[in-house]
């Protein structure tokens, strides 16, 4: 038998990562103007004849930022479905317990403790449809029985005469 454990880890703050992301970006866009005015090309592959460009520098912070903000809007869809999801409360596939605060309790009992909900039981439709078409069914394997097991002894009873 296979014990799966999954703990969800504490929800990070979609701005904390958000906020990390956006700097990266600021770094590239850093990095990409550090090397217009410092000519870094230069200073590791020798001089070569480079004339700087600051339109060129221009476009790339430009493309740079166009990517940024594509990449902020997915993130921020991505992080926010998960939230979404992991709001949802896990129930065992076989005995439909709820986890609920590292437990694994009963529906009645996270209704009560979660929402202050009592619940009393009742049966639906279908189900009582299934335990009618059950019970009569087991009247009738009964009477069945019942006619067999007196057959046979009023064919015993006459077997004695």
């Not at 909900?117 to 019942?146: E, L, M, V, W």
């Amino acid at each position: 038998m296979y014990a799966i454990r999954f703990q969800v880890q504490k929800q990070v703050p979609i701005s904390s990562v958000l906020r990390v992301q956006s700097v990266g970006f600021l770094v590239i866009i850093g990095f990409s103007w550090f090397n217009e005015f410092t000519d870094l090309r230069s200073l590791i592959f020798g001089n070569h004849p480079y004339i700087s460009d600051f339109r060129e520098s221009a476009l790339e912070m430009l493309l740079v930022l166009a990517v940024w903000f594509l990449v902020v809007g997915a993130t921020r869809r991505v992080i926010q479905r998960v939230h979404y999801l992991e709001g949802f409360p896990r129930v065992c596939a076989w005995c439909h317990h709820i986890s609920f605060k590292s437990r694994w309790v009963r529906l009645e009992e996270f209704l009560k403790r979660e929402f202050d909900t009592p619940t009393t039981h009742g049966i639906c439709p279908s189900c009582a449809q299934k335990q009618k078409t059950a019970i009569i069914a087991a009247r009738k394997a009964a009477n069945d029985r019942g006619i067999r097991s007196e057959q046979r002894a009023t064919g015993s009873a006459r077997a004695q005469h």
